[in-house]
C-alpha cells in the first residue's frame, strides 16, 4: 500500500499563504493521478485541485487562480501552493493517490484509492 503524509498546514491572516506537501512512501508521483481535498465537519470531502500522471491539472472554481497544485517526482512529493487565503478555506486537507475509480471525476473522492491522514488549515 502507498503511504501519504501531509504537512505545511497551520494558522494564517486572511490574504495569507501557506504550502502543502504529502511525501508518498512509494513511486507514486507521477505514475498515478493524485489530488488535494478538503473538509470541515459535518459536511462531505471537497476535491480541491488534482493532477493526472500526464500533468494535466483540475481546480475547484473556489480555489481557481489563488491555488496550485505541481509535484516533484524525484522527491515523490505533492504540493499545493495557496495564496489569498479566505476564511472559508480552512479545513482539513488530505492528500490523496491511486486510483480507485478511473472514471470518476479528477476531483471526486471516488476517484482515489489512497489518502493522508491530513494536515489542518486555519485562516483568520
Known amino acids: 500500500d502507498v503511504q501519504l503524509v501531509e504537512s505545511g498546514g497551520g494558522s494564517v491572516q486572511v490574504g495569507g499563504s501557506l504550502r502543502l506537501s504529502c511525501v508518498a512512501s512509494v513511486d507514486t508521483i507521477g505514475r498515478y493521478c493524485m489530488g488535494w481535498f478538503r473538509q470541515i465537519p459535518d459536511k462531505e470531502r471537497e476535491g480541491v485541485a488534482g493532477i493526472e500522471s500526464d500533468g494535466s491539472t483540475s481546480y475547484a472554481d473556489s480555489v481557481q487562480g489563488r491555488f496550485t497544485i505541481s509535484q516533484d517526482s524525484a522527491k515523490d512529493t505533492l504540493f499545493l501552493q495557496m495564496n489569498s487565503l479566505k476564511p472559508a478555506d480552512t479545513a482539513m486537507y488530505y492528500c490523496?493517490?491511486?486510483?480507485?475509480?478511473?472514471?470518476?471525476?479528477?476531483?471526486?473522492?471516488?476517484?482515489?484509492?489512497?489518502w493522508g491522514q491530513g494536515t489542518q488549515v486555519t485562516v483568520s
Open positions: 490523496a493517490s491511486g486510483t480507485s475509480d478511473p472514471y470518476s471525476d479528477l476531483l471526486h473522492p471516488r476517484r482515489y484509492k489512497y
